[in-house]
């Protein structure tokens, strides 16, 4: 018989399951934290060309406070040839407009002995209109300078002008105070100080108020104020009506006023001294206010009675060292 065959069907392969390929995501990047500057180190090296124009940025003005700073120099100013009408212009301003900002508590009493400067009862003998030039050296920083200076006062039967401007090679800085004239003497109603733009006192008696165009908290006006300008011109016509009233060592307190603050100024007057100056000898008196903290100036001026006890020197020194000294070259009618 023939051989039965069986047949067995084979299923075909299973295809191997395709492989995947996982693909990493790129890296987030990490931030770049900001540059910090960092700062250089002072320059040690000793200085080299323009020291001396560095140096007369840092002289002081007249009487104290910076004189330059720096930045850049301004173009001299021209004289004028003054008279009474312009100075009625001149100080006819308007009290200061703006909200009313209570006045701090403010007490600046006088010892007993001191001599308040614009008191009702105390004579004064203005010196007659002049023009005062000087020569100016100074130390800052170690280095030596040298300005010229002039001072012009000018007034008449009710208002005032005075005006100091004082010139380097970098420029001129004036410095101006005008007001009315009363029974007790010069009575500021404005003070400026122009250098790379201006800065102003006001005086407003009306409010009892020194207010200050550089937006520093104003000041109480206290009885007898001046300015920085003022005041040496003030002093000297208190001891030019009087000179038997005030012995040597007597003391005068007065609010002094500056383009951004008023302190009450105290000074002595010391011994009389005979100088020797650009202009000639001169008999002098001498006031000086002595530094009441560490960081204020010294401040010596002589007033020559010859001149209606105008300064005839002044010298400014500051806590470092640095000074700054005014002597008299010539005096002329304004």
């Known amino acids: 018989a023939a051989p039965t065959l069986f047949t067995r069907q084979i299923p075909p392969p299973t295809p191997a399951p395709a492989t995947s390929r996982v693909v990493a995501s790129p890296p987030v990047p990490r931030p770049v934290p900001p540059t910090v500057p960092v700062a250089r180190a002072p320059d040690r090296r000793p200085p080299q060309a323009g020291a001396k124009a560095t140096a007369a940025r ?33 100080i006819g301003i308007d009290p200061p407009q703006g909200r009313e900002v209570p006045l701090p508590s403010v007490q600046a009493a006088a010892p007993e002995a001191s001599s308040p400067v614009g008191a009702p009862d105390v004579p004064v003998q203005l010196p007659a209109p002049m023009r005062l030039q000087y020569d100016v050296t100074g130390s800052a920083r170690g280095l030596r300078y040298s300005a010229d200076a002039e001072l012009l006062f000018r007034h008449d039967a009710s208002q005032y002008e005075a005006r100091l401007a004082l010139r380097s090679v970098l420029g001129t800085r004036v410095q101006t105070s005008a007001g009315r004239i009363g029974p007790a003497g010069l009575a500021p109603t404005r003070f400026s100080s122009q250098w790379r733009g201006e800065q102003a006192a006001h005086f407003d008696p ?3 108020r020194i207010t200050f165009s550089a937006n520093t908290p104003d000041a109480p006006l206290l009885a007898g104020a001046q300015d920085r300008l003022s005041v040496l011109i003030q002093l000297g016509a208190q001891l030019a009506a009087a000179p038997a009233r005030y012995p040597e060592g007597s003391p005068f307190e007065v609010q002094t006023a500056g383009p951004r603050d008023a302190e009450v100024w ?13 202009a000639g000898p001169f008999e002098t008196v001498k006031l000086s206010r002595a530094p009441r903290r560490e ?26 060292g640095d000074f700054v000294d005014q002597q008299l070259r010539a005096s002329v009618a304004p």
């Open 206 to 208: 009306v409010r009892g």
């Open 295 to 320: 960081y204020d100036q010294r401040v010596e001026a002589w007033l020559a009675p010859s001149l209606g006890h105008l300064p005839v020197r002044i010298r400014v020194t500051q806590a470092n």
């Open 58 to 90: 840092a002289a002081v003005d007249w009487p104290s406070g910076a004189f330059y700073e720096q930045n850049v120099a301004q173009a001299p100013v021209e004289h004028e040839h003054f008279a009474s009408n312009k100075i009625a212009k001149d």
């Open 266 to 278: 105290t000074f002595t007057l010391d011994a009389t001294e005979t100088l020797t100056l650009p």
